[in-house]
């Protein structure tokens, strides 16, 4: 009975031995060595490349294929308009004001933004890796079609169900990746504001389910092998996870934002815009309170404000004014090597398993 | 295998055969024919009384009674101390000015504000139900023990880890109810603002098993089978759902309540404090926007000084200013008979265990 939990149509579409994937955390956690390390231990390491230049993306690649043979995926973020709005930028230097001041700094709006899109999907078709997700949005029909023609199995983000239906009418994804509001980082949605839409992940799996005829990925609060149990019961294929590997050694996690995570409890996290300008969930601290009410620019103008103080502030231990990304799980988070708690998560579930079917409690 | 999910320590603790308990919904839904065809089913039915004076309390107790012979529960609201501000109420009142004018109403603020909790008490120890279950507090060591020592199964409240913890140390409740972010109507919870805890319900179960050595039930977004067995497999004892039951014939849920029901979607609920002061998820509608960011005054003032506005929009089937409580899987709510449903969702378990373990999907 243990055993069958291991075989679902996601880890048949991946070729993996096992249905949890370590979520992509760009902007440091998921190194290319916590890829290969959670690849090697029978899930699917993804690299988070959304704020990478394409010879880093595909430097990273490099790197993980060193470490490992095991598949793996890439998560690039879908490019939404810039738009230069001057009184919410105004706005937002008002406010960030203090905390510049603290670090002698003079925030200045120095273009580009973000990362060219297309470049960066041109390293991932090129080098064929096993996986690629998508966030914030939906590529074009073609850039899929390419995509899945080189034999790329291809994961859009839904944070609600209109968003998974939406992904699957594309004809164009392999696969769909349920964010539900426990998720630590960006909300990954595409329909309406990203921060109406934060439906918790069981609901979400169930509802999808029933509606959805594609593999599940299911993302949002899963910290141990009870909440792998209940995604895969609850209508998964699969479940993902980011904030249970953010303490793993491995792990680009930053000293300071490793303390935050120490001490963090399942009600500190919030909802905030005021790192990037788009709705992401992480531990509250000086800066998201202090910018909670503030209208700031969207993203990618508000990342790229902000971008130069958090460098300093990671760079000084201060956790203050850094992006503290993390789920509702938080809490729940252990300092183990990304194998062993693979490893430990798979154990887990098979007593999850165990415990609800054979002897009880 | 499907047979051993019924059996868990808290329909051991309850004396009923499944783990499927329909929430207390207090202010109408939750009539005791809703109760009694619950219980009647197999699970256990919650009279929501936390509104009522002690004679109705009465008189709904009888009423199950005459119904069905099977246990069923009763749940109050602890008393928090009321406080007039008066700078509040002024506010709250020319927010509630358009509303109030369009039914002709002069809103005025008539004490009490609430019913007499130790009033209220005194009948669920009188009648001896058989599980009592409280919500937005933890009454006094002596009245839990009161309550046990009378054989009824007592049952707290907990949004958070820190609350669940709390309550297993006062050593008078015999299970925990779990209240996950996604849940319709009141927040319960007792340590901070209400509106700050708000975690998903998977978490919060896996955290608190980790943490607590009591029954737990666990509350929020669930609507089918799928949802029931990942709370199981997930580390509770039962399931308790309130929005999946809204829809029955039973309930006594308004007419323009249903209709609101029918076509809400994942995302088209919200925390709002606008109908009583107090932290709640219901569906969005013109009162809970128009007032979203004014400081109105707390529980339970704010739901007297609105209490008249919604007894007369429901009369006229108005669903802008009433309070339309319900959790994220408001879409996946069925308009069957409580006792149809009861069967339905023990048949959908199965099914749910059966898929994981036997022959995949």
């Not at 599940?216 to 590997?245: E, K, N, P, S």
Request: hydrophobic share 45%.
């Amino acid at each position: 009975m243990t055993a069958t939990w291991r075989d679902t149509a996601v880890t048949q579409l991946l070729g993996v031995r096992l249905p949890i994937i370590a979520a992509p955390m760009a902007g440091g956690p998921s190194t290319p060595a916590l890829v290969a390390a959670v690849s090697e231990a029978g899930g699917l390491g993804v690299l988070g490349c959304g704020y990478d230049s394409p010879d880093r993306i595909r430097a990273a690649i490099a790197e993980v294929r060193r470490l490992t043979d095991k598949p793996f995926g890439v998560n690039l973020f879908v490019p939404t308009p810039v738009e230069i709005d001057d009184t919410a930028v105004a706005a937002a230097l008002a406010a960030l004001e203090p905390f510049a001041a603290a670090y002698d700094l003079d925030i200045a709006l120095t273009p580009p933004f973000a990362e060219d899109f297309d470049a960066q999907l041109e390293v991932i078709l090129d080098e064929r890796v096993d996986m690629f997700s998508f966030t914030f949005g939906v590529p074009s029909y073609n850039a899929l079609a390419a995509l899945r023609g080189a034999g790329i199995a291809v994961c859009g983000t839904a944070t609600s169900l209109a968003e998974a239906v939406a992904l699957q009418q594309t004809g164009g994804v392999d696969a769909v990746c349920l964010q539900g509001t426990e998720a630590g980082g960006h909300r990954g949605g595409f329909i309406g504001a990203p921060e109406d839409s934060l439906v918790g992940i069981e609901t979400l799996v169930s509802e999808v389910r029933s509606a959805v005829d594609l593999p599940l990925i299911a993302a949002g609060g899963i910290m141990d092998g009870r909440g792998i149990a209940a995604a895969l019961v609850g209508g998964a294929d699969a479940a993902q996870l980011g904030t249970a590997f953010l303490r793993c050694p491995e792990a680009g996690t930053s000293a300071p934002y490793r303390a935050a995570l120490e001490t963090a409890r399942d009600t500190d996290t919030v909802i905030t815009k005021a790192f990037s300008g788009r709705a992401a969930r992480g531990v509250r601290n000086a800066l998201s309170e202090a910018l909670a009410d503030v209208p700031v620019p969207p993203y990618p103008v508000m990342n790229a404000l902000t971008r130069e103080l958090r460098r300093r502030a990671a760079a000084a231990g201060d956790s203050s004014v850094l992006s503290l990304w993390a789920g509702h799980g938080v809490a729940a988070g252990r300092a183990l090597p990304a194998l062993k708690l693979v490893i430990t998560l798979a154990s887990e579930t098979d007593v999850a398993f165990t415990r609800t079917h054979g002897e009880g409690r």
